[in-house]
């Protein structure tokens, strides 16, 4: 029989996280944190079948998300706060250390564990977003662009245009995702396609057309990509955006400044020396980490670092989850054997 996905919530007196969870109740844990604009089911694909491996694994909804806590001020969405809300579920669930997973803005969050709470760690794993010692934050991204692909002069911060777009054109960036929350998903969750190499990302032109969706101020009600989501999963995403809005979510983007100062405050110089596995998507090229210098600084900064390259897109966990699933049992068995065995 496969075990069950089951529904919890952990509370503290600042933080409520529903989380999924999934596996043996004593056995090693694996936790999974999703980015933007996800929830915990964006790990159905992984939970049953580590589980089934013979882990204990947890997925939260991050805050702003689903039904954990949901906050009113850009600040609460630094990635401080989200890993401290991740050291208060691995108490909540009487663990010292973790396996930890994460994938877009859970990646920060699992990388900040790492480096700023190591002793809480077994070994870290992240999917498209590398490790970026002094913080993910424009600063330290735009260095790395590929300028024959994005020449200053017409992209000033390359691909992460869309992250300045943020913090310019807020309410218009919020306004555009809320006006339809289920077209935004189908519009954003799109499946990787190899013939956009080469070519600017529209994530490059948000800043100069205005929006996410141009002039239109909404998502265009295009088909789901059935290679991602289920009707099932669209419903889920959709309900839980409409019912929380976007501000949450989009905040992760308002805090780029604090994120780099707890950086720097991060132990051993921000160097991990635990086993690290980083996860490339080859048709990601907003995070474009295998054609441009995106990964230098993690391969600086990782003295035990597994590097694998999935064929897939951006939502990698849920477009090839058989890909991901056996790139992340094969590092936990080769990197972290005793962890399992346990």
């Known amino acids: 029989m496969p075990f069950p996905i089951t529904e919890h ?3 503290t007196d600042r933080h409520t996280t529903a989380h999924l969870a999934c596996g043996a109740a004593d056995a090693p844990l694996i936790i999974f944190t999703h980015g933007w604009p996800e929830l915990s089911l964006s790990w159905r694909h992984q939970l049953p079948v580590f589980a089934g491996l013979g882990f204990r694994c947890v997925a939260p909804d991050m805050r702003g998300y689903g039904r954990s806590s949901v906050y009113p001020q850009h600040a609460d969405y630094a990635v401080e706060n989200s890993v401290r809300d991740m050291i208060e579920l691995l108490d909540s669930l009487g663990r010292e250390k973790a396996v930890w997973v994460g994938h877009d ?7 900040a564990i790492a480096s700023h709470h190591p002793d809480r760690c077994h070994g870290v794993a992240s999917l498209c977003i590398p490790y970026m010692p002094e913080g993910f934050a424009p600063r330290n991204l735009v260095p790395l662009v590929d300028r024959a692909l ?3 002069a017409e992209f000033p911060a390359g691909q992460w245009e869309y992250q300045l777009f943020y913090e310019e054109n807020f309410p218009a960036a919020c306004a555009a995702f809320d006006a339809n929350p289920r077209n935004t998903v189908k519009a954003l969750f799109r499946k990787g396609d190899a ?6 990302v529209r994530t490059a ?13 909404k998502a265009p009600d295009v088909p ?3 290679a991602v989501l289920t009707e099932q999963d669209l419903a889920a995403y959709a309900a839980a955006l409409e019912r929380n809005g976007f501000f949450g979510p989009d905040s992760w983007y308002m805090n780029h400044d604090r994120n780099i100062a707890y950086a720097a405050k991060a132990a051993n110089g921000g160097r991990l020396n ?3 596995l980083f996860l490339h998507a080859a048709y990601d090229f907003v995070c474009d980490t295998t054609g441009s210098r995106l990964a230098e600084p993690m391969r600086e900064s990782c003295a035990d670092l597994t590097e694998a390259v999935v064929q897939s897109g951006h939502w990698m966990a849920q477009e090839c989850p058989v890909a991901v699933n056996a790139a992340l049992a094969k590092w936990l068995a080769v990197k ?3 962890v399992w065995t346990s």
């Open 105 to 111: 803005w859970g990646s920060p969050v699992v990388w």
């Open 205 to 217: 032109l948000i800043r100069k057309n205005g929006g996410w969706f141009g002039g239109a101020g």
């Open 336 to 338: 972290l054997a005793n």
């Open 224 to 226: 789901m990509e059935s």
């Open 274 to 276: 635990l086993p690290v």
């Open 195 to 200: 013939a956009g190499r080469g070519q600017p």
């Open 150 to 152: 994005y020449p200053e």
């Open 9 to 11: 919530v952990a509370k």
